[in-house]
């Protein structure tokens, strides 16, 4: 006994001190309370008008109506994610907790992109908190907020407010791992940011009131006083925008002013963005229309007998293959967390549900279009880098010379 007892006291001293140790080690908890603090932040009204906010809770559009915040929140789980890190595999303690939630500006519409961030929830325990609004406004919300910005992810609906974004110094460099699995074509020659999915311009026609034969090959057909009055475009839009943008680059100032005069001439039907041209161009009010490849495929799938058709010019702005994408915000208090959503996003479920619910063009290989679309390997697209498209302003100052906005 008396020979233990020393023995017994020194393991009971030994204890006590990993103890205190172990509990000074222990982290205060800083990421949940910060993650409350900007959770708070980010329900502050935004700089914008056009920005709306809604929890990602609501958007379970294919969830049962039971799926309320309540809900979600017994959902998260404590057990470690597997996070892909830069250069392998890897178990990342990025254990999602009560109060931590990944904040994302989304420049794309809810009602696209809204399902598929509920999905990334259910599927990784992750919360988050979404702001939907116009991308360039999303981009505008991140350089206002500055340092103060709660952003984690920008999800934006084009390279060319990505490249804005990246220019500005706001977007953090991305892990290798998830900049290889898309093509070079589509991602950031800098590493900021990476396409999602792909979207083409196209002219829409009805095929009732136009023979393909009749569409010319080239947007400079459309400057035809044969199409006047019978042209709808959405000068607001950031599709749009991208696409004079990209006209800009490809054929210089001029060119993309002597453009847009013509059309102008044409007087053509301004609409809000592309699915109301879409069903403008379905009920014969107009015969084509500037939009994206997939409103129409959309639009389609509840009225399958739309009399409207995708055409696509050779070559030039009006094929040109834009891309929906995302970057890390530099204000991230969490990266690995904030990749764990865009490497969700170039997943098999992810480029699947782009390619056969949005009609996007997945960027992933292995995930192929569906139904009636265009291969993307078989659009005669223009040969511009997507990382020049960062000239936001330039193009909204040439819209509002020539009186378009």
């Known amino acids: 006994m008396n020979k233990t007892f020393p023995i017994v006291g020194i393991a009971i001293a030994a204890a006590i001190?990993?103890?205190?140790?172990?509990?000074?080690?222990?982290?205060?908890?800083?990421?949940?309370?910060?993650?409350?603090?900007?959770?708070?932040?980010?329900?502050?009204?935004?700089?914008s008008d056009t920005v709306t906010e809604k929890p990602t809770e609501t958007l379970t559009v294919d969830e049962p109506e039971s799926e309320t915040a309540e809900s979600m929140d017994a959902k998260v789980i404590d057990e470690?994610?597997?996070?892909?890190?830069?250069?392998?595999?890897?178990?990342?303690?990025?254990?999602?907790r009560q109060n931590q939630v990944l904040t994302i500006y989304s420049g794309r519409a809810e009602t696209l992109v809204g399902p598929i961030i509920a999905q990334f929830e259910q599927d990784t325990g992750i919360k988050t908190q979404v702001r939907y609004g116009d991308t360039?406004?999303?981009?505008?919300?991140?350089?206002?907020?500055?340092?103060?910005?709660?952003?984690?992810?920008?999800?934006?609906?084009?390279?060319?407010?990505?490249?804005?974004?990246?220019?500005?110094?706001r977007l953090l460099a991305l892990s290798p791992s998830i900049l290889e699995k898309v093509d070079s074509d589509y991602r950031s020659s800098t590493d900021e940011w990476v396409g999602i999915s792909g979207?083409?311009?196209?002219?829409?026609?009805?095929?009732?009131?136009?023979?393909?034969?009749?569409?010319?090959?080239?947007?400079?057909?459309?400057?035809d006083p044969k199409w006047k009055g019978k042209i709808g475009w959405a000068p607001s839009n950031g599709s749009f925008q991208s696409f004079v943008t990209a006209l800009r680059v490809l054929e210089g100032e001029d060119r993309a002013k002597e453009w847009l005069v013509g059309i102008m001439?044409?007087?053509?039907?301004?609409?809000?963005?592309?699915?109301?041209?879409?069903?403008?161009?379905?009920?014969?009010?107009?015969?084509?229309?500037?939009?994206?490849?997939?409103?129409?495929?959309?639009?389609?799938a509840k009225n399958p007998s739309l009399p409207v058709a995708n055409h696509y010019t050779s070559g030039d702005a009006g094929s040109m293959i834009n891309i929906a994408g995302a970057g890390v915000v530099d204000t991230t208090k969490n990266k690995a967390l904030a990749e764990r959503?865009?490497?969700?996003?170039?997943?098999?479920?992810?480029?699947?549900?782009?390619?056969?619910?949005?009609?996007?063009?997945?960027?992933?290989?292995?995930?192929?279009?569906?139904?009636?679309?265009?291969?993307?390997t078989e659009i005669v697209k223009p040969q511009i880098d997507l990382n020049d498209l960062d000239d936001l302003q330039g193009t909204l100052e040439l819209l509002k010379v020539i009186r378009a906005l």
């Open 17 to 47: 001190i990993i103890g205190v140790v172990g509990f000074m080690a222990i982290p205060n908890n800083s990421d949940n309370s910060m993650d409350s603090d900007r959770v708070t932040t980010a329900e502050k009204p935004m700089a």
């Open 80 to 96: 470690p994610i597997e996070i892909e890190t830069a250069e392998e595999t890897m178990a990342v303690d990025v254990t999602p």
């Open 136 to 169: 360039a406004a999303m981009a505008l919300a991140i350089m206002e907020e500055g340092q103060n910005s709660p952003a984690d992810v920008y999800f934006a609906q084009d390279a060319g407010a990505l490249g804005a974004l990246a220019k500005e110094g």
């Open 199 to 223: 979207r083409a311009r196209v002219v829409n026609y009805n095929v009732n009131l136009v023979d393909q034969s009749e569409l010319p090959d080239s947007i400079w057909g459309f400057l």
């Open 265 to 300: 001439e044409n007087d053509p039907v301004v609409f809000s963005g592309n699915a109301p041209i879409v069903e403008a161009i379905g009920r014969g009010e107009i015969h084509v229309g500037f939009v994206n490849n997939y409103y129409m495929h959309n639009i389609k």
């Open 341 to 376: 959503f865009i490497q969700y996003m170039l997943e098999e479920k992810a480029q699947t549900y782009f390619a056969t619910t949005t009609y996007e063009y997945p960027l992933v290989a292995g995930v192929d279009v569906t139904g009636s679309q265009t291969p993307i």
